[in-house]
C-alpha cells in the first residue's frame, strides 16, 4: 500500500517565478492537506481539499492556490515567488472524518 | 487561530535517560494529537488524545492529555538513539468548519548522546 508520494522532491526557482507542486495522498483517502514548513519551525497549514474544492484555509496570500483531482491526488501552485517562499512543502492525507494525518516526504523548495 | 505552546525547545540527554515535552493551550481542546519528525524527514504520527484525563502508552511513550483538556505531555522513559528529532504536538482549529485544520506547536527537538 504506497503512501503519499509528492514530486518533485527538491525544487529551484527564481524569484517572481511560480511553481507548481503534486501530491497523491495515501490509497483509501480523499482529504488532502498542504503545509509549509520553514527551516526550525513546525509545519504551517496552507489548505484543505476535500471533494475538490477548498475546504479550509490558513493565513496564506491569494498566490498560494491548489486543485484536487476526482482521484484525490492534488497540485498545490504558488505565483510570483519569494524568497520567503523557500521551505519544505509537505502534502498530508486523511481519511475522513479522522483528524489524523499522513504526511509525504515533501518538496523541499528554493527561491533565489 | 488556535495557538499552542511547546516547551522545551531543545533537549539533550544522555541515552537512558528520560526526556518529558509539554504543550500548552490558553483554550479549551477538542484533541491534540502528537507527531515525531527525524532529522530530514517528514512528520510521522503517533497519538490522537482526545478525553479530559487521558494516558495512552506506546512501549516507552507516555502520552497525557490534562484535567482541563488544555494541555498535554509525551514522556520517554529511557530514551534510545533511535529517538532521535522533533517532537511536535498538533491542535485541530476550533468550530466544526476548521475540520482538519492543524496547528502545529514550534516542536522540542531531541538529540540522544550515546
Known amino acids: 500500500d504506497a503512501g503519499v508520494t509528492q514530486s518533485p522532491t527538491h525544487l529551484i526557482k527564481t524569484r517572481g517565478q511560480q511553481v507548481t507542486l503534486r501530491c497523491s495522498p495515501k490509497s483509501g483517502h480523499d482529504t488532502v492537506s498542504w503545509y509549509q514548513q520553514a527551516l526550525g519551525q513546525g509545519p504551517q497549514f496552507i489548505f484543505q481539499?476535500?471533494?475538490?474544492?477548498?475546504?479550509q484555509r490558513g493565513n496564506f496570500p491569494d498566490r498560494f492556490s491548489g486543485h484536487q483531482f476526482p482521484n484525490y491526488s492534488s497540485e498545490l501552485n504558488v505565483n510570483a515567488l519569494l524568497l520567503g517562499d523557500s521551505a519544505l512543502y509537505l502534502c498530508a492525507s486523511s481519511l475522513t472524518p479522522t483528524y489524523e494525518q499522513y504526511f509525504g516526504p515533501g518538496t523541499r523548495l528554493t527561491v533565489t | 487561530g488556535q495557538q499552542v505552546m511547546q516547551i522545551p525547545q531543545y533537549q539533550h540527554v544522555q541515552e537512558g535517560e528520560d526526556f518529558t515535552t509539554y504543550c500548552n493551550s490558553s483554550t479549551t481542546l477538542s484533541n491534540i494529537q502528537w507527531y515525531k519528525q527525524r532529522p530530514g524527514g517528514h512528520p510521522v504520527f503517533l497519538i490522537q488524545l482526545v478525553k479530559s484525563g487521558e494516558v495512552k502508552k506506546q512501549k516507552r511513550l507516555t502520552f497525557q492529555f490534562g484535567e482541563a483538556k488544555k494541555n498535554s505531555s509525551l514522556h520517554i522513559t529511557a530514551t534510545q538513539t533511535t529517538d532521535v528529532g522533533t517532537y511536535f504536538c498538533?491542535?485541530?482549529?476550533?468550530?466544526?468548519?476548521?475540520?482538519?485544520?492543524?496547528?502545529f506547536g514550534q516542536g522540542t527537538i531531541l538529540t540522544v548522546h550515546p
Open positions: 498538533a491542535v485541530p482549529g476550533a468550530g466544526g468548519t476548521s475540520y482538519g485544520k492543524l496547528t
Open positions: 481539499y476535500y471533494e475538490e474544492e477548498e475546504r
